[in-house]
Nanobody, 124 residues
């Protein structure tokens, strides 16, 4: 089991940028594929991006492809989500998650451990 703490959320105007961080503790970070999900009010939690154990593979939801970049630093036990060209529809609580499944996944059920979330609000 790994504990995850997100940070970096906030209020930004449309077109702006934010970088989210997720610090892991309590486990061997490099054993986990990592993902970012988000949940807007009244909507289900949805996949945003995922990265493999050593960063060799990354995957993105179509809605963020070309604007968001996921990366990780295993020495710092941290995964990042760089968000550029933000839109009001990106407003949500963003969650970091860890998965022991062998393949990188965009399914929520593949992720065992979750952070508490960080709010991102994009104003128009």
């Amino acid at each position: 089991q790994v504990q995850l703490v997100e940070s970096g959320g906030g209020l930004v105007t449309a077109g702006g940028s934010l970088r989210l961080s997720c610090l892991a503790s309590g486990g061997t970070f490099s054993r986990y594929n990592m993902g970012w999900f988000r949940q807007a009010p009244g909507k289900e939690r949805e996949f945003v991006a995922a990265i493999s154990r050593y960063g060799g593979s990354t995957y993105y939801a179509d809605s963020v492809k070309g604007r968001f970049t996921i990366s990780r630093d295993n020495a710092k036990k941290t995964v990042y989500l760089q968000m550029n060209s933000l839109k009001p529809e990106d407003t949500a609580v963003y969650y970091c998650a860890a998965s022991k499944v062998s393949s990188v996944s965009y399914y929520r059920g593949a992720y065992d451990d979750w952070g508490q979330g960080t709010q991102v609000t994009v104003s128009s």
